[in-house]
């Protein structure tokens, strides 16, 4: 088997080649990755349904569907956006032509995440498929993404965690790469006097609970004022019911916490001796 540093090293003499700055050639590998979507969406919902408890219409709309968009948008776009960009010329350069050239960058290394495996890991390898650059995908394994951050790239993207985030932004910083950090944060969500509490109700708890909660931009908490609490909460008692049943746990279409751990700290939250509204059970 090759070691990291071999499978690097195999990146750059394939970019320095040459053959990714053709524009034929980028639309091949797109073309090519929009195939292998479509003629194996099944087998992805299977897979996305045994990792992760998604039910096919969730996998569909927030995994496959969005990367066929995606590819479809750049094919289109792709030959506008890879021509050169002309600049204004003061006087001293008018007998020059002076423009942008966007060439490809180089070997770039793409850590997904476990959460939304297919749309943040192949996603951004469209992206920088149009782009010309060569890739090296990488989602889940702690041992193999140590040994990649060892090595040199022309740049990193990472989606995950703020503490694993520092780790990569420090192991770039040995060889000056740039680093694009998609890391969580805090989503609280505010509903104001005069809003219409039952349609807020149901966009803040189809936005919480799509993909069972394990989503970054997934809403925290929900502000509001005293007098429209009571109400905003029953109202989000009754869509959970409309959309789940009476027993979420039964239902085909709530995901699963993807491991032991996370559902065990979960769980812990619930021995706070919170004041629970609603559910509760593990």
Same mark, same amino acid.
Request: charged share 20%.
């Given at each position: 088997?090759?070691?990291?540093?071999?499978?690097?090293?195999?990146?750059?003499?394939?970019?320095?080649? #040459?053959?990714?700055?053709?524009? %034929?050639? +980028?639309?091949?590998?797109?073309?090519?990755?929009?195939?292998?979507? @479509?003629?194996?969406?099944?087998?992805?919902?299977?897979?996305?349904?045994?990792?992760?408890?998604?039910?096919?219409?969730?996998?569909?709309?927030?995994?496959? %569907?969005?990367?066929?968009?995606?590819?479809?948008?750049?094919? +289109?776009?792709? !030959?506008?956006?890879?021509?050169?960009?002309?600049?204004?010329?003061? @006087?001293?350069?008018?007998?020059?032509?002076?423009?942008?050239?966007?060439?490809?960058?180089?070997?770039?290394?793409?850590?997904?995440?476990?959460?939304?495996?297919?749309?943040?890991?192949?996603?951004?390898?469209?992206? +920088?498929? *149009?782009? #010309?650059?060569?890739?090296?995908?990488?989602? #889940?394994?702690?041992?193999?993404?140590?040994?990649?951050?060892? *090595?040199?790239?022309?740049?990193?993207?990472?989606?995950?965690?703020?503490?694993?985030?520092?780790?990569?932004?420090?192991?770039?910083? $040995?060889?000056?790469?740039?680093?694009?950090?998609?890391?969580?944060?805090?989503?609280?969500?505010?509903?104001?006097? %005069?809003?219409?509490?039952?349609?807020?109700?149901? &966009?803040?708890?189809?936005?919480?609970?799509?993909?069972?909660?394990?989503?970054?931009?997934?809403?925290?908490?929900?502000?509001?004022?005293?007098?429209?609490?009571?109400?905003?909460?029953? !109202?989000?008692?009754?869509?959970?019911? &409309?959309?789940?049943?009476?027993?979420?746990?039964?239902?085909?279409?709530?995901? $699963?916490?993807?491991?032991? +751990? !996370?559902?065990?700290?979960?769980?812990?939250?619930?021995?706070?001796?919170?004041?629970?509204?609603?559910?509760?059970?593990?």
């Amino acid at each position: 088997m090759e070691s990291m540093e071999q499978v690097v090293s195999s990146l750059r003499k394939s970019f320095s080649s #040459g053959k990714t700055k053709a524009i %034929d050639y +980028r639309c091949e590998q797109l073309n090519a990755l929009k195939r292998l979507v @479509l003629d194996n969406s099944a087998f992805l919902c299977e897979a996305l349904s045994k990792d992760l408890g998604k039910c096919r219409t969730e996998s569909l709309v927030f995994e496959l %569907d969005l990367l066929e968009a995606e590819i479809t948008g750049t094919l +289109r776009q792709i !030959h506008n956006w890879a021509k050169p960009e002309y600049v204004y010329k003061t @006087l001293m350069y008018k007998a020059m032509a002076c423009y942008i050239s966007k060439d490809p960058l180089g070997t770039v290394l793409i850590i997904g995440a476990w959460n939304y495996p297919i749309q943040l890991t192949l996603t951004p390898l469209s992206a +920088r498929l *149009q782009l #010309g650059t060569v890739l090296l995908v990488v989602t #889940g394994g702690v041992s193999e993404t140590t040994e990649l951050l060892e *090595q040199q790239f022309d740049k990193i993207f990472y989606t995950g965690n703020g503490t694993v985030g520092r780790i990569v932004l420090q192991a770039a910083a $040995k060889f000056l790469t740039p680093v694009v950090l998609e890391l969580g944060g805090k989503c609280p969500t505010f509903v104001a006097n %005069d809003a219409d509490l039952v349609v807020s109700a149901n &966009r803040i708890v189809w936005a919480k609970l799509v993909n069972c909660g394990q989503t970054c931009v997934a809403p925290d908490y929900v502000l509001c004022s005293e007098s429209i609490q009571n109400s905003l909460a029953s !109202h989000m008692k009754d869509a959970i019911e &409309r959309f789940y049943g009476p027993d979420a746990s039964e239902s085909p279409d709530y995901g $699963k916490i993807v491991n032991e +751990r !996370h559902f065990d700290r979960l769980e812990s939250l619930l021995e706070d001796k919170l004041d629970i509204y609603y559910g509760g059970r593990s």
